[in-house]
């Protein structure tokens, strides 16, 4: 892996933890969906199948969830806190400007453009100067 692809590993990083966090609210969202559409148990002192689960089962599952999401919500932070400074850090104003935009507001090259007043190819351009001048002393694995 080429020192550039390292540094764009890196600066997805952030966007790989936030997609994370989307994917476990949705598993919130569907547990809390469950657990509610629970039918209440008739106790009518008939036989019946136990088919019914327990309610406990699923706030055990919601809680993991819970502490994944907070779990990750925090790593979230610190990694775009630390691409951040790191972009800050950097010299030139408009690859500060381009690499904030692509990678911590996540948009697309056109929108870029059309924000900065290039065109698509120029700010590739810029993008590419800005990740060779880009420094970071992150570990991109780092517990994700």
């Known amino acids: 892996m080429t020192e550039i692809e390292k540094k764009k590993e890196y600066l997805k990083s952030y966007r790989n933890l936030c997609n994370k966090i989307k994917a476990l609210q949705e598993q919130k969202y569907s547990l809390i969906e469950t657990m ?35 779990d990750i919500n925090a790593l979230c932070l610190a990694r775009k806190i630390q691409i951040e400074t790191s972009i800050a850090n950097m010299s030139d104003g408009m690859e500060c400007n381009i690499l904030h935009k692509r990678y911590i507001m996540f948009k697309s090259w056109e929108v870029i453009g059309i924000e ?5 190819k120029q700010v590739q ?9 880009f420094e970071f002393g992150g570990n991109v694995n780092e517990k994700e």
Do not use: E, F
Not at 116 to 120: A, L, P
């Open 116 to 120: 900065t007043g290039y065109c698509v």
């Open 36 to 70: 509610t559409s629970v039918k209440a148990q008739s106790y009518d002192g008939m036989p019946k199948a136990n088919s019914i689960s327990d309610l406990s089962d699923y706030m055990v599952k919601l809680d993991a969830v819970m502490r994944s999401i907070d």
């Open 125 to 133: 351009r810029i993008h590419g100067k800005a990740l060779q001048h």
